[in-house]
């Protein structure tokens, strides 16, 4: 049965409007108007249109902040998604971590980023769960109240190399280079940092739970459910994506069923600035990104190869011969 872990009252939560100016050189974003909670939020997160993907000014509903987190276990390099129902476009997807950036911190978007990873990403051990650390900063413990976090073996979290073209918050340039996209069809300003997440060799027996809050009458809602983990790692080789899904528990791969899957919209194909689906099939990404899925042998064909080995084993070669 899901474990609640935490409670929060939506109302709490704030953020702003933007206003953006994009050129081919780079995005400039600031804030407008007044506050906005969470419901407020989602009702300006209407589809918007721009004629120019390179050059343009515009007002957005929101800054969303996602993270292409690289978690390095084993010698080996994984892409982390987490599933998400999103309640505000009724689909299920695949997506990077992510979440809303809160008034107070549009400025340092990267925090909002590193407190994603700490709510939405868990990795479980038997002696506890791990905490993490960014540089010299320790990640927040966010259910601290009703998980235990083991105090030494913390994991590392690293900055990677950014995008190419420059993104500021009024005057001040965000020094980690994320990458920008508008997304039209929900006015939202999108940045994406590139994070490296190593698991210390000390840590044996490693399972990763996802955890997101859902809306649930007046209260947003945290619960753990280790029947469904939620979380997939896709491995990667010299940097690149393999065509592969899988969870971890107790140091153990196990594949994750692709078919019908959907990535958010942060895999598909952005135009200059902008980014105008809201999803992608994952065959579809696969063809984008000339990948093919690994080939599964069907059942007959796994028993017949099953069935040659035994024949060899009982029947000597010269007499099969």
Known sequence: MPRTLIRKNPSNFKTLP???????????????????NFAQTLQRRRPVTVADAERFSLELANLGVS?????????????????????????????????????????LPLLTAISEIAEECLLETPEGWLGGRF???????????????????????????????PVRCANLQ???????????????????????????????????????????????????????????????????PLPELYTLKKDQLYPAATRGL????????QDGWLVRDERIRWKDWLRQ???????????????????RQLFKKIVPRNVAR
């Open 262 to 269: 959907y990535l958010a919209e942060s895999f598909a194909r």
């Open 174 to 240: 965000l020094i980690e280079r994320p990458r920008a996209y508008v997304h039209l069809p929900t006015a939202s300003l999108q940045l994406i940092y590139d994070l490296r997440l190593d698991v210390p060799r000390e840590a044996k027996s490693l399972s990763l739970f996802h955890v997101d809050e859902r809306l649930e009458g007046d209260q947003l809602v945290a619960r753990l459910d280790r029947k469904r983990p939620d979380l997939y790692l896709m491995p990667l080789q010299d940097g690149q």
């Open 289 to 307: 990104q000339g990948l093919t899925p690994p080939d599964k042998e069907s059942g007959l064909t796994l028993l017949k190869g099953k069935a």
């Open 18 to 36: 933007l206003f953006v100016e994009a050129t081919p050189e780079g995005l400039t974003y600031q804030s407008v108007g007044m506050p906005l």
């Open 67 to 107: 993270v292409r987190l690289t978690l390095h276990w084993q010698n080996r390099d994984y892409w982390v998604l987490v599933r998400q129902r999103r309640q505000d476009r009724g689909d299920v997807v695949l997506k990077l971590i992510s979440g809303y950036v809160p008034a107070h911190e549009l400025n």
């Open 135 to 165: 540089n010299d900063t320790w990640l927040p413990a966010p259910y601290a109240s009703a998980l235990h976090y083991r105090e030494a073996l913390p994991f590392r979290l690293t900055p990677l190399s950014g995008s190419a073209r």
